[in-house]
């Protein structure tokens, strides 16, 4: 038997792809190097994501919005951006662009739930758990996959959604390019005094980066981003010294702070595959693009890639054509690198210009800060980009 497509990864872009293709006919066969028990119950990981208005809408119409406890996701209605010891923030809010909100919060670990649980009510979607893909040979109508148990699988399109340091683009001859900004991120939930007011902070410091994502009631998730061997060291200390050092990194403007959950600690590494699809193939989530975690766009950009490459393969099964024709795969690739390509460079530049200490440097950030305040053109774009829709 030959199936539609598989996805190797089922993370919360491989989730959502399988969701996206369910119910139109196709056999969709998704392989994951976990076990179920993990994918069914995901533990928390730390991260809290952002999401914008337009994925929380494709959400939505892949039915996992709805599988979310109300109570499990904050409103992120403003942000702030901090440089320095300065009290100057620069300020987006959420109604410069005529919106409530600039978007949600929501831990990955219920997006990975919610997803999990859509996917197992999809009959034309296999999910395949504890496997791993040893070879992988392409031929111009199909490409055959070997399994780690000696089992073959043959598909008209593969996808790989293994993540940023994805095995299956190795596999299939595709290069990254890496940058490894030789940082880690610490991220755990704290209680704090004072009111956050849904405003989200990125507090480009001396020598440190903090971030404080507002959730339900007096609580943040709190990021710190070091060098490894400090996060090391944050990482072992005990909850009432950990507690105190990171209110004292805060200057105390939060008052007093209690750590509420487990601390987690992700090494902050991007990656751009040079190509996002191949014969028959094709790269999604961070497999494609693996953005810094610090512009929160690395999951919405995976969702703008699932909503374009499902709907290139949707029409094309419903005009009974090639589901993998090269010019459809180099529509997705074209579409999805404008998308993704200039915000990731941006941001690259955004941290490496901010987390640069040198005093020239640091004179340069703090009035680019106050330049950016008076241009109120771009604090709108930026809330609009995130409010937009779709
Ligand atoms: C601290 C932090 C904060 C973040 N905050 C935000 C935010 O605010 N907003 C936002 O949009 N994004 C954010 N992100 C990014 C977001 O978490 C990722 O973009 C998203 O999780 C990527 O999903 P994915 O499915 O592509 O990859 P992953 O989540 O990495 O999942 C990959 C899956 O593939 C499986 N796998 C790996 N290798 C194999 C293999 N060889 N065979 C089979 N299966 C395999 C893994 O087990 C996993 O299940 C953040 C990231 C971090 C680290």
Known sequence: MIHDVVIIG???AGLCLARALSGHGLSVVLLERQAEQELAE???DGREIALTHASQALLERLGLWQRVPAEDVAVLRDARVLNGPSLFALQIRAEQAGAER???LLANQEIRRAAFAAVTECADVQLRCAV???AIRRHPREVQLELASGESLRTRLLVAADSRFSETRRQLGIGARLKDFGKTMLVCRMGHEQ????????W???????ALLPLNGNQSSVVLTLPPRDIERLRELDEESFARETERRFDRRLGAMQLVSTRHAYPLVGAYAERLVGPRCALIGDAAVGMHPVTAHGFNFGLGGVQRLSAGVLAAKARGEDIAAPALLSRYERQHRLATWPLYQATNLLVDVYTNDRLPVKL?????LRVAQGVLPLKK??????TAAG
Do not use: D, K, M, N
């Open 132 to 134: 791993s893909v040893r």
């Open 364 to 368: 340069l950030r703090g009035v680019g």
């Open 10 to 12: 089922a993370g919360p």
């Open 204 to 210: 480009f410091g001396y020598g440190q980066t903090l």
């Open 42 to 44: 995901p533990a928390f």
């Open 195 to 202: 009111p956050h007011r849904q405003t989200a902070w990125e």
């Open 102 to 104: 600039l978007g949600h």
């Open 381 to 386: 774009g930026i809330a609009r980009h995130l």
